[in-house]
Every structure is written in C-alpha cells, then in structure tokens.
C-alpha cells in the first residue's frame, strides 16, 4: 500500500519561504506525477503544481512566479518551495499522487498546517 | 484561470438522489474528459469517487455517478446515506494545469 509522508515547516513569517518535503513509500516513483495540493481555511481546494520523474513541471498560473518543485529519483522524494509567502498562503498543504492519462488523485498525503503570521 | 463553479451546498433526505452540477469552461471541462470528483470529509484526506467523468475508482458504491454536457459536470449520488454528508468538489483538467471547484457541502436531513 502506497503511502506518502510529508514534513515541513509549520509557522513562517511574511516574505519567508515555505518548504515541505513529500516522501513515497511502498510504491513506485515512476509512472506517476507527484502534486501539491493544498486548502486554505474555510476554503476549497487549490491545485499548487506537480512534477514528473523526470522532473517536469507544471504549475498554478496564479502562483507560478513563487512556486518550484523539484525531485530527488534516488530517495523517492518530491519538494516544493513557496516564496514571499504571506497570510493568503496560510492553508493544509497536501502532497498527492496524480494517475497518468486520467489525472486525478488516488493517494493522498496527510497534510501539513502552514500558517503565516508575523 | 478560476475556479469551477459549484452550488455552496446541498441537502437531501436519506434514500433520495441529489446531483452536484459543477460549471467550467471549454477550457477545462468543455474540452478534457478528465473531470474527477472527490469525497472530503473533515478530519480526513479527500477520496475520488469519479475520474474521466463518469468512471468508478475500485470500491467506490454504484451509487455515485458522473456525468458532463458541454462546460458543466455533474455529480449524482443515488440512495442518500448519513454516512455521505461530507464536502465534494470537482476537478478538471485544463491543459497542463488543473482547476478545482469551490467545493458544495452535502447535508443530509
């Protein structure tokens, strides 16, 4: 059974950058893409970008100019970084597995509570 | 780029059908079948009930069903069950991206 495992920090300042790590045991990481999700509070949820094995990248156009993903093959791990946060980008941030062709979500990280305060 | 449009909420006895219509663009919805829809209960990580539309994941009940006409996606759940009041929300495709709808909160009474 595949399981994702994500950490990172929870409390960031305005103009700081966010960083969480996604981490894929009991499962492949090729064949799939690997996303951020995440929901702001009281809100619905927003698709944050997504990466291949090959590390290919597609992002939100909304948050493009801040956003990066990256992978790491040998460890089973994906990353994302956000910059300049500030309070809008205080949400759970999920990681995710995307199917190919269908795109859509079968596995699901269990979150991460980031918020932004000064 | 915005977000699907979704009805806030929507409520409905046990045993009865409700649909979920979720409206988009021929961006997204109108061009992709790869509209899916997921379960989210609070507390817990959302699940898709449907993908490519109308196709059942493994496990997920008969009674939820997909469909799509043009720019707008809908989300049918037959034989109403307490167990089912829980947040849905839609998601689409949309070249190289992909779009979520603001999310409708299912009561059932």
């Known amino acids: 059974q595949v399981q994702l495992q994500q950490w990172g920090a929870g409390l960031l300042k305005p103009s700081e950058t966010l960083s969480l790590t996604c981490a894929v045991y009991?499962?492949?990481?090729?064949?799939?893409?690997w996303s951020w999700i995440r929901q702001p509070p009281g809100k619905g949820l927003e698709w944050i970008a997504k990466?291949?094995?090959?590390?290919?990248?597609d992002y939100n156009p909304s948050l493009k100019s801040r956003v990066a993903m990256s992978v790491d093959t040998s460890k089973k791990q994906f990353s994302l970084t956000l910059s300049s946060v500030t309070a809008a980008d205080t949400a759970v941030y999920y990681c995710?597995?995307?199917?190919?062709?269908?795109?859509?979500?079968?596995?699901w990280g269990k979150g991460t509570t980031v918020t932004v305060s000064s | 780029q915005s977000a699907l449009t979704q009805p806030a909420s929507v409520s409905g006895s046990p045993g009865q059908s409700i649909t979920i219509s979720c409206t988009g663009t021929s961006s997204d919805i109108g061009t992709y079948d790869l509209v899916s829809w997921y379960q989210y209960h609070p507390g817990k990580t959302p699940k898709v009930l449907i993908y490519g539309v109308s196709k059942r994941p493994s496990g997920i009940s008969s009674r939820f069903s997909g469909s799509s006409s043009g720019n707008t996606a809908s989300l049918t759940i037959s034989g109403l069950q307490a167990e089912d009041e829980a947040d849905y929300y839609c998601c689409s495709y949309a070249g190289n991206y992909v779009v979520f709808g603001g999310g409708t909160k299912l009561t059932v009474l």
């Open positions: 990466v291949s094995q090959g590390a290919t990248s």
């Open positions: 995710a597995r995307v199917l190919y062709n269908h795109w859509y979500v079968d596995v």
């Open positions: 009991g499962g492949s990481f090729s064949g799939y893409f």
